[in-house]
């Protein structure tokens, strides 16, 4: 995790120095860019009704509403803050569009996110131990702990994922493009990451 420093020509930025050179004044430091990001994706993705935030189908929340709840955690937190922290994101977790804000992934609440479009890739990719890959060559890929199984855009990307769970990845090659032919609904969460309701056995197979 990196500071957040505010140039002022470029604005928020990541880093010590701005891509123009200048160094920005610090606004938020490592350490609350990482509260602030684990709480803000968790409310979004996992528990809004603790904080009995509305949320729609496609998983919106009004920003404002989303900034008194974080607020009331973090006293030092506003609005600008949390903009840097959404605008800055690497892994561009988050939307933030006329008011209102929401994850791009990750969800374990129910989301339909019937506005996402549908993937672009004719190919994509999912990381797993060997045991599991061999399951999942049987059954398809499903969702266990999310809402939506999440497949990534490049062998490196599902690779760096797969590691976060298993030392020596195997990856699956997914047939997107035949999938979403005959009526698999896969849709882009970003441009590493796609959704899927569930992948069929027959769309998988070992790279
Ligand atoms: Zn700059």
Redesign the pocket.
Known sequence: MEDIRV?????F?RGE??????R?ELILDKERVERLGRFISGVLRHFPDKFRLEVDENGWVSFEALARVVRRKYRWANQWLIKAMVYTDKKNRYELKNGRIRARYGHSIKVKLSDYPPAEEDVLYYGTGEEEAHRLLEIGIKPVNQTFVHLSASIEKSREVARLRTDEPIILEIDAKSARKNGVRIIKANKFIALAEEVPPEYIRLV
């Open positions: 140039c002022p020509t470029h604005g930025y120095n701005c891509a123009c050179g200048y920005g």
